[in-house]
């Protein structure tokens, strides 16, 4: 496919070609990718983490730590 395009057969410009194809994000994380580490989050996770940062848990290591 590359060769069809006229780009080079580096991996940058095959990731180059998927970012202007709209299949990466510009900023994409080629090894966060490559992990396997999830990226898409159900709603309920998504939910659970604002009420976290909505209402964190106390910070226990911030009394021990003050003046």
């Given at each position: 496919?590359?060769?069809l395009l006229k780009v080079s057969k580096k991996s940058t410009?095959?990731?180059?070609?998927?970012?202007?194809?709209g299949v990466?994000?510009?900023h994409v994380n080629l090894e966060l990718?490559?992990?396997?580490?999830?990226i898409?989050?159900?709603d309920e996770q998504?939910?659970?983490a604002q009420q976290i940062l909505a209402d964190p848990?106390?910070?226990?290591?911030l009394v021990h730590h003050q003046p």
């Open positions: 496919m590359l060769e410009s095959a990731v180059d070609v998927l970012i202007k194809m990466f994000p510009v990718l490559k992990s396997g580490v999830p898409a989050f159900s998504v939910q659970s848990f106390p910070d226990t290591n």
